[in-house]
């Protein structure tokens, strides 16, 4: 069971600044069928205009081979987007139907504030929550806090981390991390993502986990193995690397809903849009991803099998 962040700071107010763009308002709310369905056909008009992806060419080229039109053979292929419109269609649609389907997303590390979410999440590297969620109980236990972590010997963490694979690297990381707070933060966590990164075991992905989750800072896009796969088959990025699709993403969804966004995605991914099988035949998306019938078809995995 996930425990909510309480977080062990001050509640930060959310900046009211939208990303740079000029993008179609999200409804906070589920809406009508009608519009669902409008907004699902504006996708469809405004990706038909730009053709352009790699899921056109494989698309294209299946539909050659077997000697059929490509628009009877690959649907999909006029589905994909090229253009900022189009993204942002899709994007608004997705968001709005995996809210409607995963009412209760959230951080499926077990945590009680920052501290443990820090420790949490760089057990999380390489590894699944539920293996984490096991081992937590005894650290936090044994050291309950920056002090206690960080005059921890790395042995003794080492044997209650082993489990979570990289154990040795992750028990410095978690010293390392304690002592640095204990010295530079007064034992607390900090709540920027410049002095995050600085703390040992913590990159980008960490920190955002932290600010959403345990402060509800939204900072940035916790961008995982999934949040890569699903932005990447839903045509909102062909960025390669982490960095690049969160920027990518940012403008296409509303501040306040960033945190929630990623357990969406996170969710989405480990329950139906699998990196090998992914089931589209009844994902609630498949009108507006324009990876649909492809990827159900080919079962291929355009990234590999990741944590979690
Ligand atoms: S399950 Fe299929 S239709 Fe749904 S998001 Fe994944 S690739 Fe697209």
Redesign the pocket.
């Known amino acids: 069971m996930a425990r909510s962040g309480g977080g062990s700071g001050p509640r930060q107010p959310l900046s009211v600044k939208k990303p740079g763009t000029r993008a179609t308002k999200t409804p906070t709310k589920a809406v009508s069928k009608a519009a669902s369905k409008a907004a699902s056909k504006a996708a469809t008009n405004a990706m038909t205009t730009a053709p352009e992806t790699s899921t056109l060419r494989r698309g294209a080229s299946r539909a050659k081979s077997n000697g059929q039109k490509p628009s009877q053979k690959a649907p999909t292929v006029a589905k994909s987007p090229r253009t900022k419109a189009g993204k942002q269609v899709i994007a608004s649609v997705?968001l709005e139907r995996l809210l409607a389907e995963y009412p209760d997303a959230h951080c499926e590390l077990d945590y009680r504030n920052a501290f443990e979410l820090v420790c949490a999440t760089i057990l999380s590297a390489q590894c699944t929550d539920v293996r984490v969620n096991m081992v937590t109980p005894e650290l936090f236990a044994r050291y309950p806090d920056a002090a206690a972590l960080a005059a921890a010997a790395p042995e003794d963490v080492e044997a209650i981390v082993r489990t979570t694979g990289f154990f040795r690297a992750k028990a410095k990381s978690l010293v390392g991390m304690a002592r640095r707070l204990e010295t530079q933060h007064h034992g607390q966590v900090p709540q920027t993502i410049a002095e995050l990164v600085l703390l040992p075991g913590v990159g980008r992905k960490t920190a955002n986990v932290v600010l959403g989750n345990a402060f509800g800072i939204n900072e940035g896009i916790v961008v995982d193995t999934h949040v890569q796969?699903?932005a990447r088959?839903?045509g909102l990025t062909r960025e390669p690397d982490p960095v690049g699709i969160e920027r990518e993403l940012m403008p296409l969804f509303p501040r306040e809903r960033w945190a929630i966004l990623s357990h969406l995605l996170i969710w989405?991914?480990r329950r139906?849009?699998?990196a090998r099988k992914?089931?589209?035949p009844?994902?609630?998306?498949?009108d507006v991803?324009?990876?649909?019938?492809?990827?159900?078809s080919a079962g291929s995995a355009d990234l590999p099998a990741g944590h979690g």
């Open positions: 997705a796969r699903l088959r839903l989405h991914g139906l849009c699998f992914p089931q589209c009844t994902c609630s998306l498949r991803c324009p990876s649909a019938d492809i990827e159900a």
